[in-house]
T-cell receptor, first 114, second 114 residues
């Protein structure tokens, strides 16, 4: 079974620039998560989708972060403009619909803002 | 929302010793408690989970206990080996609007000395 795919793996940008991350969840998984993991901390949920609808985005800094999941499959997370404190690993995860089960994580995108 | 506290932040043991990591959660509605292992530079991967209708679960050298009254759960690793060295995250998952929202602890860095 193919896992969660993310790209790019690494990205370095200057502050105030824009960046976008892409995620392709496991086939058939209705729930998709974007997490931000700052070095030395646990993953922090940014946004959760059920199919193409948003379940929770209470911790998403909406003034600069946006995410979409058109057609309920792939998802993109965008930061515009980036700040130094956005440097982190951005993890995408997915899980089956209606099941309180594990989240399967992608390899993540390591973002460095300089 | 849910708040998960995890202790200790760092745990150093000798090979063969046992290791215990403890987590507390705030929302009594949480009913699913997974534990993830994250090796350096890799994605978090589920190692064991427990649901609120079970008090204890064991899988070879790993066990998890849950005390719903006290709202805490623990990970126990016996006969530790150097390959157990990693960061371990607990999580508590609660139901919101029919979907499951997982919240992670800050992580415990386990170091097993040969």
């Amino acid at each position: 079974e193919a896992g969660v795919a993310q790209s790019p793996r690494y990205k370095i940008i200057e502050k105030r620039q824009s960046v976008a991350f892409w995620c392709n969840p496991i086939s058939g998984h209705a729930t998709l998560y974007w997490y931000q993991q700052i070095l030395g901390q646990g993953p922090k949920l940014l946004i959760q989708f059920q199919n193409n609808g948003v379940v929770d985005d209470s911790q998403l800094p909406k003034d600069r972060f946006s995410a979409e999941r058109l057609k309920g499959v792939d998802s993109t997370l965008k930061i515009q403009p980036a700040k130094l404190e956005d440097s982190a690993v951005y993890l995408c995860a997915s899980s089956p619909r209606g099941a309180n089960t594990e989240a399967f994580f992608g390899q993540g995108t390591r973002l460095t803002v300089v | 929302g849910e708040n998960v506290e995890q202790h200790p932040s760092t745990l150093s043991v000798q090979e063969g010793d046992s290791a215990v990591i403890k987590c507390t959660y705030s929302d009594s509605a949480s009913n699913y408690f997974p534990w993830y292992k994250q090796e350096l530079g890799k994605r978090p991967q589920l190692i064991i989970d427990i649901r609120s209708n079970v008090g204890e679960k064991k899988d070879q050298r790993i066990a998890v206990t849950l005390n719903k009254t006290a709202k805490h759960f623990s990970l126990h690793i016996t006969e530790t080996q150097p390959e157990d060295s990693a960061v371990y995250f607990c999580a508590a998952s609660m139901v919101t609007g029919g979907s499951y929202i997982p919240t992670f602890g800050r992580g415990t860095s386990l170091i097993v000395h040969p």
